[in-house]
């Protein structure tokens, strides 16, 4: 056949952000995920691996004011549910990050959408783990620090992507990959990101913990002590502006 049908049958479908949303909700609704339900999260992949900055109506400059204020702005897609989060994140200039924090028992999906993003990030360890190390390190009752292992950094480069190879998407789950910053090294950089469930529960707000790492030219595999950052000093650390952009109304 012609080059022409050959290219239709490569043309990947503009999904719609209230599609994608729609179909991340009803996977929501199935936390929590165990691991012989892996097809979840690769159904959440997929649909994450969709949204771009056409699909979310986002119209990022290249560049920002540098006298902007702050160092990351941050939107909502739609915030109407407990089950989920689904949030743009855009960082004004080269090295604007959010430094170490947590995702206390969730899983998080999180696609570039401009500019490189680095993500440097550190796995927890399971409570039994956990506690013998304290109790070997004379560290049980010291909430001020965390252990976690060091899983070393990985690119997200929306630069080189296109509709039919999208950048690829980072899954964090309860361990793995749950303590992590994220940073821009290409000037203006935006990721967006579904985590489950979202921060507002039944049984109250789950909100984020901040960590300090002192150390460089960390080992993969090792296993060091974070410093938590107490929540006073979080707005300074963070620097948070809102992000205008639009967002969904109600899912149909
Ligand atoms: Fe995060």
Not at 4 to 31: L, Q, R, Y
Not at 65 to 71: G, T, V
Not at 216 to 236: C, D, E, F, M, Q
């Amino acid at each position: 056949m012609g080059d022409g049908n050959d290219e239709d049958a490569h043309k990947v479908e503009a999904a719609s952000i209230n599609e994608i949303i729609k179909e991340v909700s009803e996977i929501a609704d199935k936390f929590p995920f165990n691991d012989k339900e892996k097809h979840f999260r690769k159904e959440i992949i997929s649909l994450v691996s969709k949204v771009n900055t056409d699909t979310l109506g986002l119209q990022l400059p290249s560049k920002m004011p540098s006298n902007i204020p702050f160092k990351v702005l941050a939107g909502n897609v739609y915030k109407k549910s407990t089950k989920f989060e689904s949030s743009v994140f855009v960082f004004p200039k080269s090295g604007n990050k959010l430094p170490f924090h947590d995702h206390p028992n969730m899983e998080g999906f999180i696609k570039a959408l401009k500019g490189k993003l680095l993500i440097t990030s550190f796995s927890l360890l399971n409570s039994e783990e956990e506690k013998r190390l304290r109790k070997e390190e004379f560290k049980e009752g010291n909430e001020k620090v965390r252990p976690a292992k060091f899983e070393g950094t990985l690119l997200l480069d929306a630069t080189t992507t296109t509709a039919s190879s999208p950048s690829e998407v980072v899954n964090l789950n309860a361990l793995t990959g749950n303590i992590h910053s994220i940073e821009s090294i290409d000037g203006l950089g935006a990721f967006f990101d579904i985590l489950i469930p979202g921060y507002h529960q039944a049984h109250g707000n789950v909100p984020c913990t901040f960590f300090e790492m002192d150390e460089k030219n960390l080992t993969s595999g090792k296993i060091y002590w974070l410093k938590v950052v107490p929540a006073n000093l979080i707005p300074n650390l963070v620097s948070m502006g809102k992000l205008e952009m639009p967002s969904i109304v109600q899912l149909d």
